[in-house]
Nanobody
Framework: QMQLVESGGGLVQAGGSLRLSCVAS????????MGWFRQAPGKEREFVAA????????YYTDSVKDRFIISRDNAKNTGYLSMNSLKPEDTAVYYC?????????????????WGQGTQVTVSS
């Protein structure tokens, strides 16, 4: 089993920045791909970004490209999502997730491990 704990959410004005962290424990993090998803009120949980096991390959949903950066520090069992130029439509609960395999996926069902989520609110 793996436990994931997110932090770093909060309230920010449009145009601002936040960095989310996700600390993993309980099983090996360094050989697993990770992803970030988000869920806004009344909407389905959606894919945001993913990083392969070594962080060298990344993938983003179109709406966050050039604004968000996913990264990881395997020595610290920690993943990050740096969010810049935030918009009100980025408001959501953000979830960290980890796969059992090393490669990227944007599909929720391929991530068995999830954190509890952290709220990000962007005011206009």
């Amino acid at each position: 089993q793996m436990q994931l704990v997110e932090s770093g959410g909060g309230l920010v004005q449009a145009g601002g920045s936040l960095r989310l962290s996700c600390v993993a424990s309980g099983r090996t993090f360094s050989d697993s791909a990770m992803g970030w998803f988000r869920q806004a009120p009344g909407k389905e949980r959606e894919f945001v970004a993913a990083a392969a096991w070594d962080g060298r390959r990344t993938y983003y949903t179109d709406s966050v490209k050039d604004r968000f950066i996913i990264s990881r520090d395997n020595a610290k069992n920690t993943g990050y999502l740096s969010m810049n130029s935030l918009k009100p439509e980025d408001t959501a609960v953000y979830y960290c997730a980890v796969r059992n395999g090393p490669y990227i996926s944007d599909l929720r069902q391929e991530y068995p491990y999830w954190g509890q989520g952290t709220q990000v609110t962007v005011s206009s």
